[in-house]
């Protein structure tokens, strides 16, 4: 079946870097622009950022434009999240998406999800 797997969660002090990465199976997504949401605790679902197919178009909320970076490696059908300067409400669990039909910044325009991956920025 498809599947978007994540990776690269943790907990980390404030101003560190991870790298999350997303891959997928059972299907190349290599043709379809792919993202990146967060979900805070009592929160909803938010756009992170997005990365065109080709990887030349990128796309990010305003609260991680300047330390985040989406890309992606489509002959491992994976993207990226290299996250810098993290701050304390940058804690959420990340998911992956993929497929979009639609808006990048609404989840209901995704079709396909990860199960998440936790981060947590302590101060």
């Known amino acids: 079946q498809v599947q978007l797997v994540e990776s690269g969660g943790g907990s980390v002090q404030a101003g560190d870097s991870l790298r999350l990465s997303c891959a997928g199976s059972g299907r190349t997504f290599s043709s379809d622009p792919m993202g990146w949401f967060r979900q805070a605790p009592g929160k909803e679902r938010e756009f992170v950022a997005a990365i065109s197919w080709s990887g030349t178009s990128t796309f990010y909320a305003d609260s991680v434009k300047g330390r985040f970076t989406i890309s992606r490696d489509n002959a491992k059908n994976t993207v990226y999240l290299q996250m810098n300067s993290l701050r304390p409400e940058d804690t959420a669990i990340y998911y992956c998406?993929?497929?979009?039909?639609?808006?990048?910044?609404?989840?209901?325009?995704?079709?396909?999800w990860g199960q998440g991956t936790q981060v947590t920025v302590s101060s």
């Open positions: 998406a993929a497929d979009p039909d639609g808006n990048y910044y609404y989840t209901e325009a995704w079709a396909y």
